[in-house]
């Protein structure tokens, strides 16, 4: 006897998928009719019948701003993976293209915070590159299989390796805006109304913790041995940007991590000081292939995003 065959569920339409994998990649409707050579408010429209399609909300609207509902973060990275290989695939069936592939390494937090967000602007720019982006194995595993590029967070560039700082690392409070109005939190005094956030990472363990640095600075005693704190462990340093967007706390935050949500409004920070982390994000190849056309490509378009971290810090740098 045949097992029964279940059959597929009716799919949405392609144009409202890409208009929601637009909107949800870019974090604004006009930025995704742009890119899809539509007006604002057919981006709109498609979202709206997408909602209605799937009976779930995917967006909540605000004045100069859209943000993902969870229903929405769930969907948006396998559209996001689906797009993208669908791109690749026809790119490599066209005549004249021969498509090379460049594989990327590094941690889940700098992959999903700073390298997915913006990764569309270099496949649009390269689309004759594959990009596989990979973590496991960790970044050190720089052999002739290995990957072609990782990027760290570390103390010092390898020197076993050609690197490139990418971005030199700042502490930042940070909260949401809600929370600090809900709690009446203004100043480094006001801490103590609610918890602290913040990473556990055994890369610094010579050195204070970073809560016990900041508080240092700003002359306050030790925040990091409060029985509220909520600690991360490294490798879930963007859940601490998470938590802090949600309202959970105030956290002193990567400002590579953080980037997204300063930018658009989930995050704001509220005082200073802004302190150095002591350690920096660094593009690395093996020696030698630095020069590769494709290598090169992605160093030099990764410089130029990198540029506005620099923007951010000299910024906070100055509060």
């Known amino acids: 006897m045949k097992a029964a065959i279940m059959p597929l569920s009716r799919l949405p339409s392609l144009s409202s998928l890409r208009a929601f994998e637009a909107a949800a990649r870019r974090g604004s409707f006009k930025a995704a009719a742009t890119e899809l050579h539509v007006t604002a408010g057919a981006v709109s429209q ?102 072609d590029i990782v990027i760290r967070y570390a103390h010092a560039a390898p020197s076993d390796l050609h690197s490139i700082k990418l971005h030199t690392e700042l502490l930042i409070p940070v909260a949401s805006p809600q929370l600090l109005a809900a709690r009446g939190i203004r100043s480094p005094d006001d801490l103590h109304k609610a918890p602290i956030l913040h990473v556990a990472n055994p890369m610094r363990k010579r050195q204070r913790p970073a809560w016990a640095r900041w508080s240092n600075v700003a002359g306050l005693a030790d925040q990091s041995t409060r029985q509220d704190s909520v600690m991360f462990q490294p490798l879930a340093a963007d859940q601490v940007v998470d938590a802090a967007a949600s309202g959970v706390g105030i956290a002193l935050a990567q400002s590579l991590l953080a980037h997204g949500a300063l930018s658009d409004g989930r995050l704001t920070c509220p005082f200073g000081p802004v302190i150095p982390s002591g350690l920096s994000y660094y593009l690395c190849c093996r020696p030698g292939r630095e020069t590769v056309p494709d290598i090169a490509a992605f160093f030099d378009w990764a410089m130029h995003e990198a540029a506005v971290l620099t923007t951010l810090n000299a910024l906070h740098s100055e509060s």
Do not use: C, Y
């Open 46 to 147: 498609q979202i709206k019948g997408l909602e209605a399609d799937l009976g779930v909300i995917l967006f909540t609207r605000k004045i100069r701003a859209v943000h993902l509902t969870p229903h929405g973060q769930a969907l948006q990275p396998v559209l996001s993976d689906a797009f993208l290989a669908i791109r690749q695939a026809v790119d490599a069936i066209r005549p004249g293209k021969t498509p090379t592939r460049l594989r990327i390494n590094s941690s889940g937090p700098i992959i999903g915070k700073w390298l997915l967000p913006r990764l569309h602007r270099f496949t649009e720019l390269r689309p004759d590159i594959f990009v596989n982006i990979e973590t496991e194995g960790g970044v050190n595993a720089m052999t002739e299989d290995g990957p």
